[in-house]
């Protein structure tokens, strides 16, 4: 468990954690975070057309309360979806054993859930273990870590983040906690499983809470992928408890900013953390049409497995990069097509680099973290894309997971 200073924790929440018997490892699995008043509350949820029964009550949550959350309850080794009528009843009876406990109302509890898929979710065991979590709750860094650490599923380590600012004299804190290792390509709109969870002590009104998120969001896991596939759980939830006294109204672009860095924070280590992934990568995306057409050439070649695989081989094979490029869909001219690998120039004018030393290449590939650049010369949209390699740990992970 890393060292947190309880200094970094923003104020207005509690948290704990404990084992409700839903992992097989027998760990904490079941966690709370909890708002000490009723918080304000932004959220974005997968582009997956099967999504999972917490995300449904979720937004049915959020409209009800006009973006207020006391509660989130949280549970890791089941993901509650695919599961009928019976997936549903049990997150609404746990959002209602949590308002019991707690004395709010059932609407007022974000529930959660990952793990496997397909699986009815025994709430019954939540419920069991209600009385107790909630009988832990506390706000020092201690129970922060217990919940990141209750949360992770074929994760390897947890994954947090912290910013502090000043708003009108006031400090401000950010924290922000997350898992995911595998099943990464969030798609979270409106714009293994990914969870997130993002809290202030500011003050913010939901609605400018929304678009803080929406935009720190589109920049931050929105533009990660470990494997292409899009989980049917993916959620970012953003809390602001006022608890510190200072007010954030629309265009603080200083807490949008470490909003963000928070954020990215967070995104990177769950790429860094992907399952069986030896090397992180980090594409730089310029000269494209767009920046959504940047986005679009970032995701053809993170979601490439001749790609990928060449990674973790590190093998110089810029080719696959360019059929990768090719194959997007984007705009572009292949004879204009400019890469290099970190300072190294590959291709020039889509085509061999003179000056390309493969074996310099092959070196630099064989860092744990490395950049590609890839300038299309067809306009000013870029973007900054992280993905990761593709080993054959990723395929004995997911080949026996539900075994």
Known sequence: MSDVSAFLIPGGFRFAATRAGLKASGRPDFSLIVADE???????????????????????????????????AINAGN?????????????????????????????????????????PL????????????????????????????????TDLVEKTAFARLVVDGKEVRIAGLGKGSGMIHPRLVPHATMLVYLLTDAAVEPVVLQGMLNRAVNVSFNRISVDGDTSTNDT????????????????????????TQVATSIARQIVADGEGVQHVVELRIKGAVSEVEAVTVAKAIAHSPLVKTAWAGCDPNWGR????????????????????????RICRDGGR?????EAAAHAY??????????????????????????????????ADYST
């Open 353 to 357: 680099a003179a000056e390309l030393d």
């Open 38 to 72: 009723s918080a304000s509350a932004a959220a974005l949820f997968t582009a997956n057309k099967v999504t999972a029964a917490p995300l449904v009550v979720d937004k049915a949550n959020l409209r009800a309360t006009e973006g207020r959350v006391r509660a989130v």
């Open 122 to 153: 025994p709430v019954e065991k939540l419920i069991a273990a209600l009385p107790r979590l909630a009988g832990e709750l506390g706000s020092e860094s201690d129970h922060f870590q217990q919940v990141a650490q209750a949360i992770l599923t």
């Open 365 to 398: 590939l064989k860092q744990a973290e490395f950049s590609i650049t890839i300038e299309l010369n067809q306009g000013m949209g870029e973007c900054v894309f992280w993905t990761t390699d593709l080993t054959t740990e990723y395929v004995h992970i997911n």
């Open 236 to 259: 970012v939830l953003l809390l602001a408890s006022g608890a510190s006294g200072a007010r954030v109204e629309a265009g603080n672009a200083e807490f949008e900013s470490a909003l």
């Open 79 to 119: 993901a509650n979806c695919a599961a009928g009528q019976a997936g549903q009843d049990a997150a609404q009876a746990t959002c209602e054993a949590v308002a019991r406990e707690l004395g709010c109302r059932a609407d007022e509890v974000f529930p959660s859930s990952t793990g496997i898929i397909g699986v």
């Open 321 to 344: 990069l360019m059929a990768a490029i090719g194959n997007s869909g984007a705009e572009i001219d292949p004879e204009r097509i400019d890469i290099w690998f970190g300072d190294l």
